[in-house]
């Protein structure tokens, strides 16, 4: 059964630690997808990727946030220094980049930053 | 902009009623897909359906059935004979498409709560 798999799923850190999120989207697809969730900000989409080039990270924090895609198989977003604000539920997703195909989700990443 | 407005933030319902999510869209495009996702408790999004702008035709999957309406420019969900499984958040979200890609635009969900 192909899913997006991602590790951690949950980490705790204490503030101005770097933390790395990790994301291996299902085999064949080639736009990778990072979200992040807050109840306050609902889903939003910090970068996507597309045969491993990034297209678009404009909602992404630039100071702090880094995205990655090192391979195929490897997504990678990093928050250097944390801040207790990006706590919240980071989802990576994955699809085939056609307009219209389904995206696919990952479990999650729950990052607690105290 | 593309947007997508789920107004109901939460539904109680008794397990056996149905229940009617709303999902309300506004888009350019003339070719756009409508998705609902669903996030039970433990939190995963799992994808549920997709829908192209040219069908219309509803869609029917055991209790879930979905409702496509161009002209209100509706796309809702409803599910029938509801169960406390069934408890979870419900996203609907629209395909927006750049030059580059797809990448999709949610609404802010609706919270169902099924009671036993």
């Known amino acids: 059964d192909a899913r997006v798999t991602q590790t951690p799923r949950h980490k705790v850190t204490e503030m101005g630690q770097e933390v790395t999120m990790r994301c291996q989207p299902i085999l064949g697809h080639n736009t990778v997808f990072w979200y992040r969730q807050t109840m306050m900000q609902g889903l939003e989409l910090l970068a996507y990727f597309r045969n491993r080039a990034p297209l678009d990270d404009s909602g992404m924090p630039k100071d702090r946030f880094s995205a990655e895609m090192p391979d195929a198989t490897l997504a990678t977003l990093k928050i250097q220094p944390s801040e207790p604000r990006d706590s919240a539920v980071y989802f990576c997703?994955?699809?085939?980049?056609?307009?219209?195909?389904?995206?696919?989700f990952g479990e999650g990443s729950w990052l607690t930053v105290v | 902009a593309q947007k997508v407005t789920q107004a109901q933030t939460e539904i109680s319902v008794v397990e056996k009623e149905d229940v009617t999510l709303d999902c309300v869209y506004e888009?350019?495009?003339?070719?756009?897909?409508l998705f609902w996702y669903k996030q039970p408790p433990s939190g995963e999004l799992v994808f549920l359906i997709r829908r192209n702008s040219f069908d219309e035709q509803n869609e029917i999957s055991g209790r879930y059935s979905w409702n496509f309406q161009k002209s209100t420019s509706s796309f809702n969900f409803t599910i029938t004979a509801s169960q406390v499984v069934d408890s979870a958040v419900y996203f609907c979200?629209?395909?927006?498409?750049?030059?580059?890609?797809?990448?999709?635009?949610f609404g802010a969900g609706t919270i169902l709560r099924v009671k036993s």
């Open positions: 979200a629209l395909s927006e498409w750049a030059e580059y890609g797809n990448k999709l635009v």
């Open positions: 888009t350019r495009d003339t070719t756009y897909y």
């Open positions: 997703a994955s699809g085939l980049g056609q307009h219209g195909n389904t995206i696919y």
